[in-house]
């Protein structure tokens, strides 16, 4: 279970603040797989972040009975100076799992060869996303924050991410963000479209889908 109680988060911006959230009270129901939708600029990725506790609300709180991953997709625990075995036996010092072990399945899921062992701050935008997605599945999180698991690499890994992550969600919930309806409807049993601030939940997925096409279509109106 995740909750977010009266969470709030802005950021100063030209003319004022922009707000991402604002006193905002929402639950995630253990074990469920949750599409974030949202126009793009709603604040979805910072709202995985939020959840994820790599950045701080400007007021409120994230509980949880479970561990959280990180946002798969985002390298923020990465130092670019570290070799990804270095950043990924660092990830495992901290979310105290066998660093060796861990290390072993990333090398062999990510499938980034000999530069497993070169520092992150050379790798291409796609191998920065298969160790990210390496490192976040090879922990066993109760809720994983996914962002765009369809840009993870070319098309043979993203069926091996997939299907990596319908083995993981078998034992565990997920929040995951993406813009192709296919592959929400594959992942997601529920939805939540992030507007204005404001999260709107709807047991059945294409009634979330629905709800945000609609506000696209305004959008390309307006």
């Known amino acids: 279970m995740i909750q977010l109680d009266a969470l709030s988060k802005s950021f100063p911006a030209r003319g ?11 639950l995630f129901p253990t074990g469920a797989s949750v599409a974030l939708l949202g126009r793009n600029g709603a604040g979805k990725s910072t709202l995985l972040k939020l959840i994820a506790g790599t950045i701080r609300p400007t007021s409120g709180r994230v509980l949880s009975t479970g561990s959280i991953s990180y946002p798969v997709g985002f390298q923020g625990s990465f130092h670019p100076d570290l ?4 950043n990924t036996r660092f990830v495992a010092r901290l979310y105290g799992v066998d660093s060796d072990g861990l290390a072993a399945f990333v090398e062999d899921f990510a499938e980034l060869g000999g530069h497993f062992r070169m520092p992150f701050r050379s790798y291409s935008a796609g191998m920065k996303s298969r160790l990210s997605f390496g490192v976040s599945m ?45 592959m929400i409807r594959r992942l997601c049993s529920m939805a939540a479209v992030l507007e204005q601030g404001q999260l709107h939940f709807y047991d059945d997925v294409d009634e979330g889908l629905a709800h945000h096409e609609e506000n ?4 390309g109106a307006a």
């Not at 004022?16 to 929402?26: F, P």
């Not at 319908?166 to 813009?179: E, F, L, P």
């Open 216 to 219: 696209l279509a305004h959008k």
């Open 83 to 86: 070799t990804g075995l270095q």
């Open 16 to 26: 004022g603040r922009k707000v991402i959230v604002e006193n905002l009270t929402a």
């Open 138 to 182: 090879g922990i066993p999180f109760d809720t994983y924050l996914v962002d765009e698991v369809t840009s993870v690499g070319d098309g043979a890994f993203r069926r091996k991410s997939i299907g990596m992550l319908d083995d993981r969600q078998k034992r565990a919930g997920a929040i995951v963000v993406s813009h192709s309806p296919p």
